[in-house]
């Protein structure tokens, strides 16, 4: 009886959550209210439209003493209305909410405390930290089902409690980042750079991985992503720099060159 309670407690605690990672950042409450939102209103929709069928099926059930078929076709103008209008003002309710969340979450208008430009390529990550100068090259992921073998993986270093801004490029074809825990991910596309802003608000290693199909070896472009306290951050970025990983990796395919926050062009350090 006692596993059975805390089994169904935690089920309680991700329903909660619509069944979502638990956010480790400060926009993932909105993500996870508008996915709630959504799937109450889909809810919504289908009790009522079950019912309504299932009514239908017993109200208007064909009788023992039924001898002709009822009337095929009939006209209800107010009623035609209603199944027009409604529709068109739950998804008009629907794209508001959509829109004005996506647009909360693509914001990078305030100003960050990080820039990480994540470059994705066949198969695996480079992360250039761009206000330190400094980077971090990923080689492909090598999952020989022993244990530990995820320790091996890319790690993305960000500081708790600090804006990061994440510019998104790709190497060679369509990427995504995605980071679940994150509650929110973005393509990368050859010859374009797409932005997106998190506030890390909990310590801790999150796994992260490549959304988007992208050839042979696709299901092995993992990463980590490592969420530790401001002075770890810059010890490490004082270690990356102390290996020799200085400037920035080359995005080679990108025609859109990274801009650092004074709009000039950021330095290669060369490609990988």
């Not at 909360?104 to 480079?126: M, Q, Y």
């Not at 990368?188 to 999150?206: A, D, S």
């Amino acid at each position: 009886m006692a596993v059975t309670t805390l089994v169904l407690s935690g089920c309680a605690g991700r329903a909660q959550d619509g069944f979502l990672p638990r956010a480790a950042t400060e926009g993932g409450e909105r993500v996870t209210s508008l996915w709630n939102g959504a799937w109450i209103a889909a809810l919504a929709v289908g009790v009522i439209t079950w019912g309504l069928i299932l009514w239908c099926v017993v109200a208007y059930r064909r009788k023992k003493d039924d001898t002709e078929l009822p009337v095929q076709l009939r006209y209800n103008v107010p009623m035609e209305i209603l199944y027009t209008v409604v529709p068109v003002f739950m998804i008009a309710v629907l794209f508001y909410y959509t829109a004005r969340d996506e647009s909360a979450l693509l914001d990078t208008s305030k100003p960050a405390d990080v820039v990480v430009n994540v470059v994705g390529k066949k198969w695996s990550w480079d992360f250039n930290y761009v206000k330190e100068q400094t980077y971090e090259s990923g080689t492909q992921a090598e999952l020989t089902g022993e244990p530990g073998a995820e320790k091996n993986l890319p790690t993305l270093y960000l500081p708790v409690g600090q804006r990061t801004e994440f510019v998104l490029t790709s190497r060679d074809v369509i990427h995504s980042f995605w980071v679940p825990a994150f509650l929110q991910k973005l393509d990368m596309i050859p010859g374009r750079v797409n932005r997106f802003q998190v506030v890390p608000t909990e310590v801790g290693t999150f796994k992260g991985k490549c959304a988007e199909l992208c050839g042979a070896y696709h299901s092995q472009m993992l990463f980590n992503v490592k969420v530790v306290p401001p002075a770890e951050y810059q010890a490490h970025i004082a270690e990356l720099k102390a290996q020799g990983n200085t400037g920035q990796l080359d995005n080679s395919l990108n025609v859109n060159k990274v801009m650092n926050e004074d709009q000039h062009l950021v330095p290669s350090a060369g490609s990988n």
